[in-house]
Structure formats: C-alpha cells, structure tokens
C-alpha cells in the first residue's frame, strides 16, 4: 500500500510573500523589476549537495528588487518570525557589498521600504 501524502501546510509567511509578490507585478514601473528566491523547503541530500555546489547559497533574502542600478533584497518575516544565523550572515555580506536588506513583516513595509528606496511604483486602483 502506497503511503498518503499529507498535502502541505500553508505558511503565514508563504501567504504574506505571495501577498507582496501580486502587489509588486501590479505595481513596479517598468523601470523596476523583481524576482523570488526559492531558496527555502525540504530538501533530500543529494538536492542540496547539487544546489550547493551550483551555488544555491543559504539566508539569501526572499526577493530581490532591482532599480537604477541597485538591489534591494527584502526578507518576509512573520510579526514574531526571526531571522536564522544563515540569514544574519547572508545579509551582513549583501550589506557589506552595498546592497540594502530589509526586514518586511507585511505588505505595507515592503511599499514603504521601496518608497524610501526610491523604486518607483505605479498607482493601484482600489475597487470598492
């Protein structure tokens, strides 16, 4: 008999990047794009051997803004997640290299933290 697969377990924090990720497509100027780094999940063994050695490298923030020039990686925390020590590190050395890490813990930290980056956003229209 073939064991049953318990379907996975939504995250708070998958929902809110999938949340931000929505906002971004509707939103960046053209001048400004995106991307996600799936970096996180299980991974057997020989995976994660592969993806090292293809230079998957851990902590990497969640998604990457790119902007005149410039990269802004934002990192989705839930209101009472906590960066691991990988995270630390990973930050600390994009931040040494000049590029802007933020923590985001909801859609409207990411919108701030790009206004104050100056990632320029078109307007949304809210239907009632």
């Known amino acids: 008999m073939t064991p049953i697969k318990k379907p996975r377990r939504r995250s708070a924090e998958e929902d809110l990047q999938k949340r931000v990720s929505a906002y971004l497509h509707a939103t960046l100027a ?5 991307f996600a780094v799936p970096n996180g999940g ?10 090292k050695a293809t230079g998957t490298r851990p902590g990497v923030p969640d998604l990457i803004v790119f902007h ?11 209101k009472t997640g906590r960066l691991s020590a990988a995270q630390v590190s990973c930050h600390a050395s994009f931040q040494r290299c000049g590029v802007r890490v933020v923590v985001c813990r909801s859609l409207d930290d ?6 104050e980056a100056g990632v320029p956003m078109r307007p949304v229209r809210i239907s009632a």
């Open 30 to 34: 053209p001048t400004a794009t995106f």
């Open 110 to 115: 990411v919108i701030a933290a790009l206004w």
């Open 68 to 78: 005149a020039g410039r990269a802004i990686g934002i990192e989705l925390k839930t």
């Open 42 to 51: 299980y991974r057997n063994m020989t995976e994660a051997a592969r993806m």
